[in-house]
């Protein structure tokens, strides 16, 4: 048995064999409060939450034209583009269930996202979260098409980390960003600081942010390829280090 939390690859294993075996076109994965959805093809391939907005933005757009999408810090580089090639504004906004709420609110936004897998529909709905209706909403979609796996496993794509994590003492992420905002340099990037510092570079991007929650500092990094990734992720930690030598990565506990 598992964790009921679809946005770690491990608690997709048995449905991606439950796909796999039964010949299914899809595997929809719900979390243990029905909240986020995870999404995996006949071919095993997970559809990432930022992923599913490109899909869900297309749509929307097509009905509320130029309107603005909302999407969380740690989303992909990639998401922006795609909703700009659909006609709408991108938002980026501070990861957060109730920031990205809130915003969605002041904005009049028809759609907003998180990495974490919240995914907020206002166009159609009421602007809350509810996993099984953004299954239905996805499913709609893929009904359209003769080849639903083909949609999904063709949306744009990158190399990228799952989250990380830095445990910290209490209090002491929110100085660690504040140091690196002062003194870490990242030739070439776009400096971000919507929610901690994000790099942005041609080929990828970089970020760290303090949680919300816990004492722990939130990495995540995207390359458009697998030597930009690493890069990214080298310069990154560098930076990390002069700041917090004894900085330890591990994989992100939800």
């Given at each position: 048995?598992h964790h009921?939390?679809?946005?770690?690859?491990?608690?997709?294993?048995?449905?991606?064999?439950?796909?796999?075996?039964?010949?299914?076109?899809?595997?929809?994965?719900?979390d243990?409060?029905?909240?986020r959805?995870?999404?995996?093809?006949?071919g095993?391939?997970?559809?990432?939450?930022?992923?599913?907005?490109m899909?869900?933005?297309?749509?929307?757009?097509t009905?509320?034209?130029?309107?603005?999408i909302?999407y969380?810090?740690?989303?992909?580089?990639?998401?922006?583009?795609?909703?700009?090639?659909?006609g709408?504004?991108p938002l980026?906004?501070?990861?957060g269930?109730?920031?990205?709420?809130?915003?969605?609110?002041e904005?009049?936004?028809?759609l907003?996202?998180?990495?974490?897998?919240?995914?907020?529909?206002?166009e159609?709905?009421?602007?809350?979260?509810?996993?099984?209706y953004?299954?239905?909403?996805?499913?709609?979609?893929?009904?359209?098409?003769?080849?639903?796996?083909?949609?999904?496993?063709?949306?744009?794509?990158?190399?990228?980390?799952?989250e990380?994590?830095?445990?910290?003492?209490?209090?002491?992420?929110?100085?660690?960003?504040?140091?690196?905002?002062a003194?870490?340099?990242f030739?070439g990037?776009e400096?971000?600081?919507?929610?901690?510092?994000?790099a942005?570079?041609?080929?990828?991007?970089?970020?760290i942010?303090?949680?919300?929650?816990?004492?722990?500092l939130?990495?995540?990094?995207?390359?458009?390829?697998?030597a930009?990734?690493?890069?990214?992720?080298h310069?990154f930690?560098?930076a990390?280090?002069?700041?917090?030598?004894?900085?330890?990565?591990?994989?992100?506990?939800h």
């Amino acid at each position: 048995n598992h964790h009921p939390d679809p946005s770690k690859p491990e608690n997709l294993v048995d449905l991606i064999r439950t796909v796999h075996a039964t010949e299914a076109e899809l595997g929809l994965a719900f979390d243990g409060d029905g909240d986020r959805l995870g999404v995996v093809t006949r071919g095993g391939n997970i559809i990432y939450p930022d992923r599913q907005l490109m899909l869900f933005a297309r749509d929307i757009l097509t009905r509320v034209k130029g309107a603005p999408i909302i999407y969380d810090v740690k989303c992909s580089q990639r998401l922006p583009i795609a909703i700009r090639d659909a006609g709408g504004e991108p938002l980026m906004w501070k990861t957060g269930h109730s920031l990205v709420k809130a915003k969605l609110k002041e904005t009049g936004a028809p759609l907003a996202g998180e990495m974490s897998g919240h995914i907020f529909f206002s166009e159609r709905w009421y602007g809350f979260v509810d996993a099984t209706y953004t299954a239905a909403r996805l499913l709609e979609i893929l009904s359209r098409s003769a080849d639903p796996s083909a949609v999904v496993d063709g949306l744009p794509t990158s190399f990228s980390t799952p989250e990380l994590n830095v445990s910290c003492a209490e209090g002491e992420p929110p100085k660690i960003i504040e140091r690196l905002l002062a003194e870490a340099k990242f030739p070439g990037a776009e400096i971000l600081t919507i929610d901690g510092l994000r790099a942005e570079y041609d080929d990828g991007f970089g970020l760290i942010r303090a949680s919300n929650t816990t004492p722990v500092l939130v990495l995540r990094f995207e390359g458009h390829t697998q030597a930009a990734l690493d890069r990214i992720q080298h310069d990154f930690m560098q930076a990390l280090r002069k700041v917090k030598p004894d900085a330890h990565v591990g994989a992100a506990a939800h």
